[in-house]
């Protein structure tokens, strides 16, 4: 499986109106992340356990 056969999804942070608009796929492995207007620079990669840590941090202020 490639990164485009992934099941990408829009975040719900990100905004109708063309501006700061973040992709998220999972795999068994990792949470990849990409930025959608620029799909072509790549994305990044988290370990899952990395990416719960850091979405609690978010939902909690923290950052």
Known sequence: ???R???WRKSSYSNDTG???VEVAE???AVLVRD???RHLGH???AP???VA???DLRAGRL
Do not use: I, K, R
Request: net charge negative; with cysteine; aromatic share 12%.
């Open 36 to 38: 959608t207007q620029n």
């Open 44 to 46: 990044l990669d988290f």
């Open 1 to 3: 499986m490639t990164v």
């Open 54 to 56: 850091f979405l609690a």
């Open 49 to 51: 356990a990395e990416w």
């Open 5 to 7: 056969d992934l099941n």
């Open 19 to 21: 501006g700061e608009c």
């Open 27 to 29: 795999t068994p492995s």
